[in-house]
Nanobody, 122 residues
């Protein structure tokens, strides 16, 4: 399974950005698509996730109400719309495919994309 994330870039605080992630296939072994991020000098953290089957979404408290995960099943693509961006959102964002038993945890995800950099200036 290959994952290709894109859409990163540099934006000013308060603006929006949308990331996308396309997977090469969908199987029952990875019902959930997650977004994680890693800021410089910090550990990777969960951001959001969405299930292929029902569209259920999960969010970290730090992004709830600002970030929204959506999907297009026919395109094997998920999106992360990021609104009201803050400098603290600056990080490399990764998409990942997992089974969905514990969407908030990185160990649930077997396949990872290469990451896309998001930089938010103040």
């Amino acid at each position: 399974v290959q994952l290709q994330a894109s859409g990163g870039g540099m934006v000013q605080a308060g603006n929006s950005l949308e990331l996308s992630c396309t997977t090469s296939e969908r199987t029952f072994s990875h019902n959930v698509m997650g977004w994680f991020r890693q800021a410089p000098g910090k550990e990777r953290e969960f951001v959001a996730a969405i299930t292929w089957s029902s569209g259920s979404t999960f969010y970290a408290e730090s992004v709830k109400g600002r970030f929204f995960a959506t999907k297009e099943n026919v395109k094997y693509t998920v999106y992360l719309l990021m609104n009201s961006l803050k400098p603290d959102d600056t990080a490399v964002y990764y998409c990942a495919a997992g089974e969905g038993y514990a969407p908030h945890y990185s160990w649930d995800y077997k396949y990872w994309g290469q990451g896309t950099l998001v930089t938010v200036s103040s």
